[in-house]
């Protein structure tokens, strides 16, 4: 793309199911005996991954009479070809969660080496030892991991070194069906993760929420199909609600709700950015007058989410003051502010991270930091995207910077932002394609 920055985004756009939900949704569909419909599903390329490795698996895909309805129908679950399900998951971490269900419905489950962004080691250990505990068997292959389950899943005490997402939503998927009771210790509580909750539920699983991060889950012998309508992606509201901070714009991101997004709102309003919730909806916009410098720590639910703060910090390259970024959930996630100090601003990035008074997360040990000063003029320049979030912080960056900027590898982005270039076209953004 490029880009022409200099042009307030303004309008309105849609936000439709979370990516961090709606695969994970999709996944589900294994457990049950019948089929299943998910509503308000978004169409990004993780969604048509894993779409695709369900229909190695035998399920039956079909869209209802509106485009965000699919219907899944697992029926004739069977095993799949183990190169055909490295070539679908290449670009998706989302195989490691098929493990659980495969288990049950086949007996055996293979993993590829897992794709993704690349912003961080993102080891699988927590979900193999998870699955072990369950009684998996799991054999490491060169092309892969194959696992088994001689003797079934029994449930299991399980609890995780980190509240892990992934590694909870692997619990949930291997201990609805597994016999007996699991008591999952040190979970992660995302709203996602609730929605999964839901999901289940719905199903006919029996899943207890505890205080302080206990998850109880029962085994059932046999789990229905759903209905359910899945939760808005907090990570691209957030994304535009940066946006239209950055480019002095105004934006109303629909089908966002307050609730979930409380913690990103009170940062967005001590930077100086404004907002209205209404019922279908959230306005976000600059009301005028200097950015102030923040400092955010990020964190799991209900911390600040780590893939609100990418966007965010191209907002703060314009603050007047220094504000700081302690990331404390992925080891390797300031490579975008390579490509915003080229275009002028001044990021440094502390890569063992900075020991501060007033901390309220716990220091982690491979943490990092990343102290913007500002408020500095961004000029054009040609990026590459490295990430999904990075990569969208990149778009907000040309948008904002003097001259015409080259985004390229922007394929990426369309992993979790829905149709995003039409968005960018409704909100008027000056850019054009180049072949």
Not at 310 to 326: D, E, K
Not at 401 to 406: I, L, M, T
């Amino acid at each position: 793309m490029i880009i022409k920055g200099g042009t307030p985004l303004k309008g309105r756009i849609e936000v439709r199911g979370a990516k961090n939900l709606a695969t994970k949704a999709m996944v589900a569909t294994l457990l049950g005996k019948t089929p299943s419909v998910l509503r308000n599903v978004p169409n990004i390329s993780d969604v048509r991954v894993v779409a695709g490795l369900l229909a190695l698996h035998g399920v039956l895909i079909t869209k209802g009479e509106d485009a965000d309805e699919w219907h899944f129908d697992p029926s004739n679950v069977e095993v799949a070809h183990k190169a055909d399900i490295d070539a679908h998951a290449g670009s998706s971490r989302i195989p490691i969660l098929f493990c659980g269900p495969l288990l049950h419905r086949l007996g055996e489950a293979f993993i590829p080496d897992l794709g993704g962004c690349r912003i961080g080691d993102r080891p699988i250990d927590f979900h193999l030892d998870a699955l072990r505990e369950f009684g998996a068997v799991v054999e490491k292959l060169p092309s892969g991991i194959s696992l088994t389950a001689p003797n079934g899943l029994k449930g299991a005490n399980i609890e995780l070194p980190y509240p892990s997402v992934g590694a909870t939503e692997q619990v949930l998927l291997t201990a609805v069906l597994a016999e007996g009771q699991t008591e999952l210790r040190n979970a992660a509580i995302e709203p996602e993760i609730i929605d999964l909750i839901c999901i289940l539920q719905k199903m006919g699983a029996i899943i207890s929420m505890e205080p302080n991060r206990v998850i109880l889950i029962e085994g059932v012998d046999e789990l229905r199909g759903y209905d359910h309508k899945a939760i808005f992606d907090r990570n691209e509201a957030a994304s535009w609600a940066a946006a239209a901070l950055a480019t002095k714009g105004d934006i109303f991101v629909g089908g966002v709700r307050q609730e979930e997004m409380m913690t990103f709102l009170n940062a967005y309003r001590k930077v100086g950015g404004d907002f209205d919730v209404h019922d279908d909806g959230i306005r976000f916009w600059h009301p005028g007058g200097d950015l102030k410098p923040v400092t955010i720590e990020t964190d799991v639910h209900p911390g600040f989410m780590t893939d609100w703060q990418q966007p965010l910090v191209v907002a703060l390259t314009q603050a007047n003051g220094t504000s700081t970024i302690h990331e404390t959930v992925y080891e390797n996630r300031f490579g975008f502010t390579d490509a915003l100090n080229t275009m002028g601003a001044n990021i440094v990035v502390h890569p063992n991270g900075l020991s501060e008074a007033g901390r309220r997360v716990k220091r982690r040990e491979f943490e990092q930091a990343a102290v913007i000063t500002g408020p500095t003029p961004l000029t054009a320049a040609d990026v590459v995207v490295p990430d999904l979030r990075g990569g969208f912080s990149h778009l907000i960056a040309a948008m904002i910077a003097e001259g015409e900027s080259k985004v390229s590898n922007i394929g990426i982005i369309a992993r979790g932002y829905e149709n995003f270039i039409e968005k960018l076209r409704l909100l008027g953004a000056d850019f054009v394609f180049e072949a």
